[in-house]
C-alpha cells in the first residue's frame, strides 16, 4: 500500500502457521495467461506519491507494547475478500497519549454491517504485523482483543493509523477528513475497499478496513514485467466501473491518485481500490459536468496536464490516469519517466504517448490509450458526453460482460496464494518500530482537535 503513509505502533512478530513462506507472495495461479513474462518492473521501487501540502517524511514515536501468547494454528482459508480468521502471533496495539487517557468513539455501531456495537478504542485490538507504512500513517492487520463468539475470534481487520501531529504539520487535515467521510459513503461497493469503522484518540485517528489479502497488484506487475492483453483488460475494466461509480454516483468524486500501488487483489483475484487520502468529492453543477479544484496532488507518472498546470482540474484526471495505467501494464512502465519529477512533468505536458516496438502494443489498446492521454480534457475519453459508457464501449473492452463482471461471477486472471484467513504472505515485510516524532500537544490539540471532532 504505498501511499498508505506513516505513523505510530511499535513491533510485532511474524505471521503465519509453522513452516509458513515469508512475505513477498511466491508463487500466485496465472489463469489462462502462460504468456505472461517474469522479472522486475522496469521503474525498480513503486511510484512516489506527491502533494503540494506533504513534503519531508514525518518521523514516528514507538508506541509501547504488550506480547501475546502465539493463537492457535489457522484454519484452513474458506474463502471471501474481507479477511476473518487469526491463527497468528500477534501483539498489543496501546496508544501512549501525550496530554489525556486514550479513549475514542466509532461512526460504527451503526455502520456497515453492524460489527461494533459500541464506541471503540485502540485497546479493543491486538496487532497481527504491519502491512504498509508511508509519510503519516501505518495500516496493521488486528484482531479483536475480546471476541465474544467464535466468528469475532476469526475475524481480522487493516487498521490504518494516523498521527494528528503529522497530519497538522503536513497540512493534510482536508485530506484526511474528505478521506474518512468518502469511505463512509462508498463502503460496499465491491471493487473499494470496505470502511467498517473509525475513531480517534488523543494523538491518533484510526481507520478500520476490510482486509484484502492478495497484495498490491503493483507486486505483481514487477514480478511478471508486464501483464498479457487479457489480464491487462480485465483489471482495466474493473477499474472502469470503479470509476464509473465514484464519479457519476459518488456526486463527482475525483480519486486523484490511480496507480496499481493502490489496488489491492481480494484472494479471487479482484481488484480493491484502497488509500482515498486525495479523493475529493467536488459536486456537479449541472451544466459541464464535475466542478474544479486546484490542489497539486497524485504520483508523478499519473499527473494529467492540468494539475501541472495548476488550470483548475475535475473527474476527467482520473481517465488520465487510467490511460497511463493500461500503458503500464501492457509495457512494464508509464510512458512518462525520469528520475527527477519536474523532467516527468515536461514531458507529460510536451511530448505524445509513444509505444514500444517490443512489446507490441496491440492497436485497439493503443487507441484508447490515446484517447485516454488527451491533453485537451474537453475531448478525453469518459470527459465526454456519456461518460464511462463510451469508455466501455470502446473496442479494447469487446468481449466484457459488464453485468458478470460487476456480480464478480468469475476469478480474476491473477488468483493470489492466500492460504489462509489472515495470511499476509502478500505483503511486504516492514519496520515494526518507528523513529521519534513531534508529539500532538495539548497546544495543538486546542487548536486542531475541533477538526477532528466526530470523526
Given at each position: 500500500m504505498a501511499a498508505v503513509h506513516s505513523s505510530p505502533i511499535s513491533p510485532g512478530p511474524s505471521v503465519g502457521p509453522p513452516g509458513a513462506s515469508?512475505?513477498?507472495?511466491?508463487?500466485?495461479?496465472?489463469?489462462?495467461?502462460?504468456?505472461?513474462?517474469?522479472?522486475?518492473?522496469?521503474?525498480?521501487?513503486?511510484?512516489?506519491?506527491?502533494?503540494?501540502?506533504?513534503?519531508?517524511?514525518?518521523?514516528?514515536?514507538?508506541?509501547?507494547?504488550?506480547?501475546?501468547?502465539?493463537?492457535?494454528?489457522?484454519?484452513?482459508?474458506?474463502?471471501?475478500?474481507?479477511?476473518?480468521?487469526?491463527?497468528?502471533?500477534?501483539?498489543?496495539?496501546?496508544?501512549?497519549?501525550?496530554?489525556?487517557t486514550p479513549g475514542g468513539t466509532t461512526m460504527g455501531a451503526h455502520f456497515g454491517s453492524g460489527l461494533f456495537a459500541k464506541p471503540l478504542k485502540v485497546d479493543d485490538f491486538v496487532r497481527i504485523r504491519t502491512l504498509g507504512t508511508g509519510t503519516f500513517a501505518r495500516v496493521c492487520l488486528v484482531r479483536r482483543r475480546e471476541p465474544r463468539t467464535e466468528d469475532e475470534a476469526r475475524q481480522v481487520f487493516a487498521l490504518k493509523v494516523l498521527r494528528k501531529a503529522a497530519v497538522v504539520k503536513l497540512k493534510q487535515i482536508d485530506h484526511v477528513r474528505h478521506e474518512r467521510r468518502i469511505l463512509e459513503d462508498v463502503s460496499g461497493y465491491p471493487f473499494i475497499t470496505h470502511l467498517r469503522a473509525s475513531f480517534a484518540d488523543p494523538d491518533f485517528l484510526y481507520l478500520l478496513l476490510d482486509y484484502v489479502p492478495g497484495g498490491e497488484l503493483f507486486s505483481y506487475l514487477r514480478k511478471f514485467r508486464r501483464f498479457d492483453e487479457p489480464t491487462a483488460q480485465f483489471y482495466a475494466a474493473e477499474i472502469v466501473l470503479v470509476l464509473e461509480y465514484l464519479h457519476e454516483q459518488q456526486d463527482?468524486?475525483?480519486?486523484?491518485?490511480?496507480?496499481?500501488?493502490?489496488?489491492?487483489?481480494d484472494d479471487r483475484g479482484h481488484v480493491k481500490l484502497v488509500d482515498f487520502g486525495f479523493a475529493k468529492r467536488l459536486g456537479r453543477d449541472g451544466a459541464d459536468g464535475a466542478l474544479e479544484t486546484y490542489t497539486l496532488c497524485g504520483t508523478p507518472e499519473y499527473i494529467a496536464?492540468?494539475?501541472?498546470?495548476?488550470?483548475?482540474?475535475?473527474?476527467?484526471?482520473?481517465?488520465?490516469?487510467?490511460?497511463?495505467?493500461?500503458?503500464?501494464?501492457?509495457?512494464?512502465?508509464?510512458?512518462?519517466?525520469?528520475?527527477?519529477?519536474?523532467?516527468?512533468?515536461?514531458?507529460?505536458?510536451?511530448?505524445?504517448?509513444?509505444?514500444?516496438?517490443?512489446?507490441?502494443?496491440?492497436?485497439?489498446?493503443?487507441?484508447?490509450?490515446?484517447?485516454?492521454?488527451?491533453?485537451?480534457r474537453s475531448r478525453r475519453l469518459g470527459n465526454l458526453s456519456g461518460g464511462a459508457a463510451r469508455v466501455k464501449a470502446h473496442p479494447f473492452f469487446a468481449g466484457i460482460d459488464w453485468d458478470a463482471l460487476y456480480a464478480r461471477r468469475d476469478q480474476g486472471p491473477i488468483v493470489p496464494p492466500v492460504r489462509y484467513v489472515g495470511d499476509t504472505q502478500c505483503f511486504d515485510v516492514y519496520p515494526e518500530t518507528d523513529a521519534e516524532a513531534e508529539p500532538y500537544t495539548a497546544e495543538m490539540a486546542h487548536q486542531y482537535d475541533k477538526f477532528f471532532a466526530n470523526f
Open positions: 515469508p512475505a513477498g507472495c511466491p508463487g500466485p495461479t496465472i489463469s489462462g495467461h502462460n504468456d505472461v513474462t517474469g522479472g522486475a518492473n522496469a521503474n525498480g521501487n513503486s511510484h512516489t506519491t506527491t502533494a503540494a501540502a506533504a513534503a519531508a517524511p514525518a518521523a514516528i514515536s514507538p508506541l509501547p507494547l504488550t506480547a501475546t501468547p502465539p493463537a492457535a494454528a489457522p484454519n484452513p482459508m474458506s474463502g471471501g475478500a474481507a479477511a476473518t480468521g487469526t491463527g497468528v502471533p500477534e501483539t498489543s496495539l496501546n496508544a501512549a497519549s501525550s496530554h489525556a463527482g468524486v475525483a480519486y486523484r491518485d490511480l496507480k496499481p500501488e493502490n489496488l489491492l487483489l496536464p492540468e494539475v501541472i498546470q495548476n488550470m483548475g482540474h475535475t473527474t476527467a484526471v482520473d481517465w488520465w490516469a487510467l490511460g497511463i495505467l493500461i500503458y503500464e501494464f501492457l509495457t512494464g512502465y508509464p510512458p512518462f519517466w525520469h528520475q527527477n519529477p519536474l523532467e516527468i512533468y515536461r514531458q507529460i505536458l510536451e511530448k505524445p504517448v509513444v509505444f514500444p516496438q517490443d512489446p507490441v502494443v496491440a492497436p485497439a489498446a493503443q487507441d484508447l490509450i490515446r484517447q485516454l492521454c488527451t491533453v485537451d
